[in-house]
């Protein structure tokens, strides 16, 4: 159980939630049922249950993401991501069968990326693409929707569609800088990801471009559809995690085992955060700092 239990990586959900933030920070009005019952559904079932059929199928001796020595696994550890995803499912339906239909895409996709006769992961572009769209713009999709409580086609517009490019690009230029350390590991396996093409400096210089991408949508979707005000508060909180990288860029050009498990997971956690920070700041601004 307790080995189960560590699979689950329950922790690494954190990681995720700057993109659920982000998508009740920009809807127009929140349904809270809703919203916390997608919170509990995505944070403590389907993001556990997809992390676990990940460690199943992957069998990893190395470090992962969130686990740093993982147990081995185990038939329980499957079964275990097979039950969180049903319950996960059940949960959705207490919002709508829209929902439900959602996230069971979301589910397909998870265990595609990692199912042995498919297996997206092994695929560097695909895979990349498969992680940063549905852990980012179509987990803004489902946020926004069910917060404003709208699954037809009249949710989509513009700013809606920024906000998903805008989501996507954040994920994407931190989430190869996940895969640094298991070049090794992944490459044995098969699976050659986007960061074991670029190499390790190369993949810190894709990071750089796909940040900067990130800056100037988010500069265009904060000025269009807020104000600069904003994009500042956001700029200003990701400072932190912009030094940091660049301490990291160096010491890893300098020595390249310093793209190791404890700096990759000192970057998730810091830029994580500071994300975090500047998208509850803006959920302020937008539904709560009009009545003060």
Same mark, same amino acid.
């Given at each position: 159980?307790?080995?189960?239990?560590?699979?689950?990586?329950?922790?690494?959900?954190?990681?995720? +939630?700057? %993109?659920? #933030?982000?998508g009740i920070a920009q809807s127009k009005h929140i349904d809270i049922f809703n919203s916390v019952i997608l919170f509990i559904t995505l944070h403590f079932l389907i993001y556990?249950?997809?992390n676990a059929y990940n460690s199943y199928m992957d069998k990893d001796v190395g470090s992962i993401g969130g686990l740093k020595n993982p147990p081995p696994v185990s038939k329980g550890v499957y079964l275990?991501?097979?039950?969180?995803?049903?319950?996960?499912?059940?949960?959705s339906l207490l919002i709508n069968i829209k929902m439900l239909l959602l996230i069971l895409v979301y589910i397909s996709v998870s265990k595609a990326y990692s199912w042995g006769k498919i297996r997206l992961k092994k695929y560097s572009i695909i895979g990349? +693409?498969? %992680?940063? #769209?549905f852990q980012g713009g179509y987990t803004f999709l489902l946020v926004s929707m069910a917060s404003e409580n709208n699954f037809t086609l009249s949710?989509?517009?513009?700013?809606?569609?920024?906000?998903?490019?805008?989501?996507?690009?954040l994920i994407g230029a931190y989430y190869p800088l996940?895969?640094?350390y298991q070049h090794d590991e992944d490459s044995q396996r098969g699976d050659f990801t986007i960061s074991y093409r670029l190499g390790i400096q190369g993949t810190f210089i894709f990071s750089v471009i796909m940040f900067l991408i990130s800056f100037v949508i988010a500069y265009h979707y904060f000025n269009k559809y807020f104000d600069s005000f904003q994009f500042y508060i956001f700029g200003l909180c990701l400072t932190p995690a912009i030094i940091y990288f660049l301490y990291w860029f160096i010491?890893?050009?300098?020595?390249?085992?310093?793209?190791?498990?404890?700096?990759?997971?000192?970057?998730?956690?810091?830029?994580?955060?500071?994300?975090?920070?500047?998208?509850?700041?803006?959920?302020?601004?937008?539904?709560?700092?009009?009545?003060?």
């Open positions: 159980m307790k080995n189960i239990l560590l699979h689950l990586r329950l922790p690494f959900s954190y990681f995720l +939630l700057p %993109v659920f #933030i982000f556990p249950a997809s275990a991501s097979i039950v969180l995803d049903v319950v996960g499912l059940l949960m990349w +693409l498969s %992680v940063i #769209i949710w989509f517009n513009f700013q809606k569609i920024e906000g998903i490019v805008l989501s996507t690009m996940t895969q640094i010491k890893a050009i300098k020595n390249k085992k310093a793209a190791d498990f404890t700096h990759t997971m000192r970057m998730t956690f810091l830029s994580s955060t500071c994300l975090l920070i500047a998208f509850m700041i803006l959920f302020y601004l937008n539904h709560y700092s009009k009545y003060f």
